[in-house]
């Protein structure tokens, strides 16, 4: 039934204002940003669900079993604009309530896409008494270069609206501001705890909408806001951003094209600013509503096969556009990236800044790159795309298996810079850093044992059999994350917690001679506390933790001089 306001939904899930926890929120600490919910950090670690998901409740209903029994913990749901409003000024929030009511009855916490106007650089989740006025919601026009992405020949074109047009964002704005209104009215005890505002924006096959909308902003002075912030943050500007003002003299005033110029790189600016400005608008409304944490995805540029802007979404809030999403989108919490690239380490460090915590909303299946978020980048969360694919026995189900219950664990360590993650490739075998005032070397334990064996006159052991798929069913088998990765954490007092697989430690201190006092395999139970396991010693300190599935162990070190 179309609705303005979801009454029947109110009886359902209204919850005593005066028992409400406090609103999650994005909150500073030395070690960086946190996502805090019900008054306590939180790591946003699970998955997003597939797009069309979350619309069948029905659907749904097994789905959220297998995920509770995935241990996830967190999940990304959606709410669709053509499904929330089919008919102008008409809302339906339906396939919401479910999702926050099946997801509160397993205590899970959802982050909840918009899918607005803009969807992977196209317009198919705009109502059609959108896509159908085009007089009124006016098209992006493009020269059509290149192919178009992830499509065929033949294939129905897709609609693309154009991110210039003010009755769009009007349009736009008041479906989001419906749904957080909804949400304010039957989610008082923070089911949903965060917000994506559209999904991969930006514009593909051309840098920059040549409609005549567009081209009439493109014509105008650029906005003093943003020159202002060029000027405020000349120094931190990244050296795509900096170089490029630069090369114009670096004017304080002009049109687009005087002050950034007349290539691609000049419109991809332009492109960030339009779509950035409409997020904004989306993000500032929403928030003085029902304040919760909101943020952006981007679809990586550029990348290989993709290298300049319109082959990857022109306009999205990509690595070398950050700086211009700051300025124009103010109300954001963060961006960020959807990381499907092989070398997630360059992309990590990309979003991670002193003003934007990395959180990534959709990855691959690849456990490895969840400890180094967390370890290195401090990461917020992650989140697998395609989450009810996985498989119950997989990789990444074990880590949310062990890694949910430390969760007061690892953000103590990370608010007070006391972790470090590993996550070494193939040509890599071993990595050294500082941590709790000891030298660590994390080594790649099978190819150290594969050298030992040969210092020895032995002949090395097997290689591995391939690891099983992380996933089932219809889609593309992934298999599980074959390179050596852990989390490691100071607990001071010479003592250590390290979790993951495939990794060796060693320690040194200037001045001593460190050995293994202690070590113990062990888990965190659902309470937080330390269950301890096997005490570790002989040959099998060779290898702290497993070749071929993810443990947890404790080390406590002894010092000589």
């Known amino acids: 039934m179309l609705r303005q306001t979801a009454t029947s939904a109110l009886a359902l899930f209204l919850v005593s204002p005066a028992l409400a926890e406090p609103a999650p929120a994005i909150v500073e600490t030395p070690g960086g940003k946190q996502l805090v919910v019900d008054g306590k950090p939180y790591l946003f670690m699970g998955g997003e669900l597939h797009n069309s998901s979350a619309s069948s409740p029905e659907y749904m209903k097994p789905v959220w079993d297998k995920l509770a029994a995935m241990n996830v913990g967190s999940v990304i749901g959606t709410a669709?604009?053509?499904?929330?409003?089919?008919?102008?000024?008409?809302?339906?929030?339906?396939?919401?309530?479910?999702?926050?009511?099946?997801?509160?009855?397993?205590?899970?916490?959802?982050?909840?896409?918009?899918?607005?106007?803009?969807?992977?650089?196209?317009?198919?989740?705009?109502?059609?008494?959108?896509?159908?006025?085009?007089?009124?919601?006016?098209?992006?026009?493009?020269?059509?270069?290149?192919?178009?992405?992830?499509?065929?020949?033949?294939?129905?074109?897709?609609?693309?609206?154009?991110?210039?047009?003010?009755?769009?964002?009007?349009?736009?704005?008041?479906?989001?501001?419906?749904?957080?209104?909804?949400?304010?009215?039957?989610?008082?005890?923070?089911?949903?705890?965060?917000?994506?505002?559209?999904?991969?924006?930006?514009?593909?096959?051309?840098?920059?909408?040549?409609?005549?909308?567009?081209?009439?902003?493109?014509?105008?002075?650029?906005?003093?806001?943003?020159?202002?912030?060029?000027?405020?943050?000349?120094?931190?500007?990244?050296?795509?951003?900096?170089?490029?003002?630069?090369?114009?003299?670096?004017?304080?005033?002009?049109?687009?094209?005087?002050?950034?110029?007349?290539?691609?790189?000049?419109?991809?600016?332009?492109?960030?600013?339009?779509?950035?400005?409409?997020?904004?608008?989306?993000?500032?409304?929403?928030?003085?509503?029902?304040?919760?944490?909101?943020?952006?995805?981007?679809?990586?540029?550029?990348?290989?096969?993709?290298?300049?802007?319109?082959?990857?979404?022109?306009?999205?809030?990509?690595?070398?556009?950050?700086?211009?999403?700051?300025?124009?989108?103010?109300?954001?919490?963060?961006?960020?990236?959807?990381?499907?690239?092989?070398?997630?380490?360059?992309?990590?460090?990309?979003?991670?800044?002193?003003?934007?915590?990395?959180?990534?909303?959709?990855?691959?299946?690849?456990?490895?790159?969840?400890?180094?978020?967390?370890?290195?980048?401090?990461?917020?969360?992650?989140?697998?795309?395609?989450?009810?694919?996985?498989?119950?026995?997989?990789?990444?189900?074990?880590?949310?298996?062990?890694?949910?219950?430390?969760?007061?664990?690892?953000?103590?360590?990370?608010?007070e810079n006391r972790i470090g993650g590993v996550l070494l490739e193939e040509d890599q075998p071993s990595a050294t850093f500082a941590l709790g005032g000891y030298t660590v070397i994390a080594r790649n334990s099978r190819a150290l044992f594969s050298s030992m064996f040969l210092d020895a006159g032995l002949d090395p052991p097997p290689p591995p059999p391939p690891f099983p798929s992380e996933t089932e069913g219809n889609g593309i088998p992934i298999p599980a994350d074959p390179r050596p990765f852990a989390l490691i954490i100071s607990e001071g007092k010479d003592s250590f917690l390290v979790v993951g697989k495939g990794v060796t430690f060693d320690f040194e201190k200037a001045g001593m001679t460190v050995e293994f006092g202690h070590v113990e395999e062990g888990r965190f139970g659902t309470e937080g506390q330390w269950l301890a396991g096997r005490a570790i010693n002989g040959d099998e300190r060779l290898a702290i933790l497993p070749h071929d599935h993810i443990g947890v162990t404790r080390i406590r070190l002894l010092n000589r001089r």
Do not use: C
């Not at 500007?237 to 290539?263: C, I, M």
């Not at 990348?303 to 802007?309: L, N, R, S």
């Not at 800044?353 to 299946?365: I, S």
């Open 80 to 415: 669709s604009w053509s499904e929330v409003e089919p008919r102008e000024g008409q809302f339906a929030f339906s396939a919401v309530d479910a999702q926050i009511e099946e997801a509160r009855a397993r205590k899970m916490r959802i982050a909840l896409i918009w899918f607005g106007a803009f969807k992977n650089a196209a317009s198919t989740y705009a109502p059609d008494w959108v896509r159908a006025d085009d007089r009124r919601f006016p098209r992006a026009v493009t020269q059509g270069k290149g192919k178009a992405a992830f499509s065929y020949a033949g294939a129905m074109p897709k609609p693309v609206l154009s991110v210039f047009s003010p009755e769009l964002l009007a349009a736009d704005r008041r479906a989001y501001e419906a749904l957080m209104r909804h949400l304010a009215e039957v989610d008082h005890d923070h089911t949903v705890i965060m917000v994506q505002i559209e999904n991969e924006t930006g514009l593909l096959r051309d840098s920059r909408d040549r409609s005549a909308i567009a081209q009439s902003a493109w014509n105008k002075p650029v906005p003093s806001a943003l020159l202002r912030h060029l000027a405020r943050e000349k120094e931190h500007l990244r050296p795509e951003l900096a170089q490029l003002w630069k090369r114009q003299g670096e004017p304080r005033s002009g049109t687009w094209s005087q002050v950034f110029g007349t290539d691609w790189q000049a419109d991809e600016v332009f492109m960030a600013w339009g779509f950035s400005s409409y997020v904004e608008a989306l993000a500032k409304a929403g928030k003085s509503i029902h304040r919760l944490p909101v943020y952006a995805n981007a679809w990586l540029g550029p990348q290989p096969g993709q290298t300049e802007a319109g082959q990857y979404p022109s306009g999205g809030p990509v690595g070398r556009m950050i700086d211009i999403w700051r300025a124009g989108a103010p109300s954001l919490d963060m961006l960020s990236p959807d990381v499907y690239v092989p070398e997630v380490k360059e992309a990590f460090a990309d979003y991670h800044r002193p003003d934007n915590p990395l959180f990534v909303p959709e990855a691959q299946f690849r456990t490895g790159s969840l400890f180094w978020a967390l370890g290195r980048h401090h990461a917020i969360g992650f989140s697998v795309f395609g989450v009810e694919d996985g498989r119950l026995d997989g990789q990444y189900a074990q880590a949310l298996s062990l890694l949910n219950p430390m969760t007061a664990v690892i953000t103590a360590a990370q608010s």
